[in-house]
């Protein structure tokens, strides 16, 4: 009867040993999916940078400070657009990686309830062992009915044992590749939120610059209208100022060497050229100088300091504030035969005869004389004859 009891509890034993299933493979098709669908988003956040980078190559192109400045006009419209494209995808990737959690969160439950049910099973099995007494893995197997018996239950033994450490060894990677998921995740959606804030930062100066831009456009959209509009009497006074500033220079003698070095920003944190050097207006008009006008997200450029480019000495400093030509300007000598002009000012810091040295305010910006709007016109002689000056700027 004893023996019947023990052969019974072996079987129940044997039984919970058969019933560990093997763990269910997981499926990996939606996380699959949700990586091509990123891996498709860096695609295009690379040809967004791309494009940006194909605008700018055609401003650079331009042939024309109005083709320039409408070009600009477009660029910045379409970077608006890009931009936008940007963050949108940048939106769609935080949703596929805010998805790609929440599988890897339903992969752990799912490990978590296989381990509870797992354990149960161990539970069973233990029970099983305490109500056989005595019996243990190795009396079940030992009291196997003859060989074959023996072995196949020495086999479920051995197989059950590999199968927990099977188990368990798949269930920690799994918990470790979750959490490395997990902390991937959290790095990506910290990213994501960095590059959010900075292309909406972004846009918002985009859009700024292209209000300015436009204001710019209008400016020398107005200029070339007033100009187009009295060209034979505006060619006319300007030609009576270019006499009168031949006269000028004719009579100027500059004695000593030129001080040296390259001439530095007239107008710093202002940057924008309006109008460079040279013919405009379809070729209607030459600029003797480059214009100096409001940099995007700079503010106004009205009453910003003017500096001297070079040391020097004012040998010209015309008040009066004409509406035609340069309005209050000032010449600067800075020997060697080079002077530097500053028209259209508002103000004047300084009086013939005084010495200047390099970065010194000698005016203010304004918008005296022929100019629609507030810009510094600066120019650099060589022996009273203009030539462009970006070859004499540092940068």
């Known amino acids: 009867m004893k023996g019947k009891r023990k052969g019974r509890r ?152 590999q199968h927990d450490r099977d188990l368990l060894e798949s269930l920690k990677t799994d918990r470790e590749a979750l959490e490395d998921a997990q902390r991937e995740l959290e790095s990506n959606k910290s990213q994501v939120e960095r590059d959010r804030s900075e292309t909406q930062q972004k846009e918002d100066q985009l859009e700024k610059e292209l209000e300015a831009v436009q204001d710019e456009i209008q400016d ?66 030459f600029h003797t100088g480059i214009d100096i006008a409001s940099t995007p997200g700079r503010g106004g450029i009205y009453g910003a300091s003017v500096k001297a480019a070079n040391t020097g000495k004012v040998v010209l400093a015309q008040g009066g504030n004409s509406s035609v030509g340069y309005g209050n300007y000032i010449i600067v000598d800075h020997g060697g035969g080079r002077t530097t002009l500053y028209g259209h000012l508002s103000a004047l810091s300084v009086s013939v005869g005084q010495s200047v040295a390099r970065g010194e305010e000698i005016g203010k910006v304004g918008q005296s004389g022929w100019a629609t709007g507030p810009h510094l016109h600066f120019e650099v002689r060589i022996d009273g004859k203009h030539t462009n000056p970006i070859g004499y700027l540092q940068g």
Do not use: C
């Open 220 to 285: 020398i959209a107005l200029m070339e209208q007033a100009y187009l509009a009295d060209a034979a009497n505006i060619n006319k006074m300007e030609a009576a100022a270019q006499a009168a500033l031949d006269a000028f220079y004719a009579q100027l003698e500059t004695t000593t060497e030129y001080v040296g070095g390259e001439m530095s920003w007239p107008v710093p944190g202002f940057s924008t050229i309006s109008s460079g050097y040279g013919w405009r207006f379809n070729n209607s008009n």
């Open 10 to 161: 072996a079987a129940l034993f044997l039984a919970v040993l058969l019933a560990v299933g093997a763990p269910a493979p997981v499926r990996a098709e939606d996380a699959d999916e949700i990586k091509s669908k990123i891996s498709d988003l860096n695609h295009q956040l690379e040809d967004i940078a791309a494009q940006k980078k194909a605008v700018q190559s055609k401003i650079a192109g331009a042939r024309s400070d109005k083709e320039k400045k409408l070009l600009e006009k477009t660029e910045w419209e379409s970077q608006i657009q890009l931009t936008r494209d940007e963050i949108a995808a940048l939106n769609e990737r935080i949703g596929l990686l805010e998805d790609a959690i929440d599988i890897k969160q339903g992969e752990i439950s799912d490990k978590q309830a296989e381990i509870e049910e797992n354990y149960a099973l161990y539970r069973e099995r233990m029970r099983a062992m305490y109500l056989a007494g005595e019996s243990s893995t190795l009396s079940m197997v030992l009291g196997a009915s003859d060989f074959t018996d023996f072995l196949m239950r020495t086999e479920v033994v051995r197989s059950t044992a």
